[in-house]
């Protein structure tokens, strides 16, 4: 009897080992990963991305996502991506914009301005050739761009209204091209610290401030370190989700279908609850102390003014301009 026992519980351990690691029965793994917490809303989207892809498959392409870039750096997690791994992973357009250079112009000064124009091109024909040229050349895939964390603006401790005013200014910037010459063209000076260094950089007078969207501002607690909130609105911010194309082009064609729509899916749902979220997130650090200089009364004219540069020295006239085409819109100068 108590061999019996035995036996009857050993099976059951097995059994829950073998359905708590789906892996274990799943045919296809993505192991995805990003830098924010466990906390952050793109993380839960990602987790019900994985959820639906799940139930989707029957269990047959899961997808395991890890925060906090337990993966690893940004850097050796793409070249992993190339080499073929199954691995997945947030990065942004300036980051893919040192493979294929069109992607950059996401991030050039104030080229998106609502989620709307984002929808319109989650089919876009031209972003498509992008996607296209960053799989043959890098073998790099992208599955969404969906994801909007909405517009970064300047969060420091000196005031300014116009390029000339923000001219005194050293900001907190990421390090690719596209973001250092885009926050330059505002008229400070960018400043290219990680962001683990952020608020230190700022708490001790290494830079003037920083730019970020509300939500991650707040987060952060940039409220602590830095006096104004200056709304300008210089990046409407969008992150892209990739993987390796070795690997996607090995998944059934159902299976390679159901990975995007869902990632979509759960991108659009979470940027729509960012976007209601982020008037909250700015008056929670207004009422913490924080002094708001809003959109409308900036000379934005004269910031887009000398965003031109931006797409002048880094070559993405033609990027822009046939990215506008789609969205039926002008470019103005």
Known sequence: MKK??????????????FFINGSAKATYLLRFGHVQTEKDLYHIAYEKWAKAVAEKTNGDLLIEVYPNAQLGKEEDVLEQIRLGSNIGWQTDP??????V?????????????????????????AIGEWIQKLEDKFKIKVISYAYVQGYRNVLSNKVGKNPTELKPMLIRTAPAPVWVATVS????????????????????????????PYAAAAKLHVYEVAKYIIETQHIYQLNIQVCSSDWFNKLPKDYQTILIDECNKAGLEVSELLQKNADKDRQFMIDKGMTYIPHEDLDVSAFKKAGQAVYDDLKLNDAREAVYAELGKTIVK
């Open 4 to 17: 019996k026992i035995f036996l009857i519980l050993l099976v059951v351990i097995i059994m829950s080992v």
């Open 94 to 99: 300036g980051r893919l914009g040192n493979y």
């Open 101 to 125: 250079n069109e992607f950059s112009v996401l991030y050039a000064p104030y080229f998106l301005e609502n989620l709307d124009e984002v929808k319109k091109l989650l089919n876009s024909k």
């Open 185 to 212: 063209s505002l008229g400070c000076k960018a400043v290219a610290l990680p962001y683990s260094d952020l608020y230190n950089g700022i708490q001790t007078g290494i830079v003037d401030g920083c730019e970020l």
